[in-house]
């Protein structure tokens, strides 16, 4: 089975904190998503990453970046947490190709104080 | 930017009734993938049908792609209390360097004992 862990399930955070987001997949997965989930708004893509030290912008980037040194490993991190970043994260991996079926971790609840 | 619009937004049926959701999206497409997430967790893949099938169908779910209309439906048949959660319509996009997919804002399914 695939399996993609979150680190934390829960935080909460105090404005201003650089937070880290950490998700590592067991599949050997080349695509690795950071998506956030907000009433109304469904999944938005944050960022994700094709291949080891590969990333690319989804569609609102801005106020966070990624890092992955390693491929099972895929890092959200946010510089400068502000209020308006509290929502639920979820990480997902798939393998590179055409039917590109997300596993998805359990999603970490960020609040931002 | 979304891709894929459910319709409806929330739905409400009796356990032992068929519950149908309808995804509306706007450019071509490769494929197009159900996803079901429960309350708090992340999304779990449902079923995927490329661009050149009509219907498929697995245990209790089937579904529908009407490339000219560029709508899909999923029909769960014999609704189960279990199956009360968000259904999310994804569809695969170029985005760069690697295919993603984008979802859909989702359906929330309720089941009534």
């Known amino acids: 089975d695939v399996k993609v862990t979150q680190s934390s399930r829960y935080l909460v955070k105090r404005t201003g904190e650089k937070v880290f987001l950490e998700c590592v997949q067991d599949m050997d997965h080349e695509n690795m998503f950071w998506y956030r989930q907000d009433p109304g708004l469904g999944l938005r893509l944050i960022y994700f990453?094709?291949?080891?030290?590969?990333?690319e912008k989804g569609d609102i980037p801005e106020g966070y970046s990624v890092s992955r040194e390693k491929k099972e490993r895929f890092s959200l991190i946010l510089e400068s947490a502000s209020t308006n970043q509290t929502s639920m994260y979820l990480c997902?991996?798939?393998?590179?190709?055409?039917?590109?079926?997300?596993?998805f971790g359990p999603g970490t609840r960020l609040t931002v104080l | 930017s979304q891709q894929g619009e459910e319709d409806p937004q929330a739905l409400s049926i009796q356990e032992g009734e068929n519950a149908t959701m309808n995804c509306s999206y706007k450019?071509?497409?490769?494929?197009l993938q159900w996803y079901r997430q429960n309350s708090g967790r992340g999304l779990v893949h449902l079923i995927l049908i490329r661009s050149n099938e009509r219907e498929k169908h697995s245990g209790r779910l089937r579904v529908t792609l009407d490339t000219s209309k560029k709508s899909s439906s999923l029909l769960i048949t014999a609704s189960r209390a279990a199956d009360t959660a968000s259904y999310f319509c994804?569809?695969?996009?170029?985005?760069?360097?690697?295919?993603?997919?984008?979802f859909g804002s989702g359906t929330r399914l309720s089941i009534r004992p």
């Open positions: 997902a991996s798939s393998f590179r190709g055409y039917y590109n079926e997300q596993f």
């Open positions: 450019t071509s497409i490769n494929n």
């Open positions: 990453s094709y291949d080891v030290k590969m990333k």
């Open positions: 994804a569809t695969d996009a170029w985005y760069s360097s690697a295919s993603k997919i984008i």
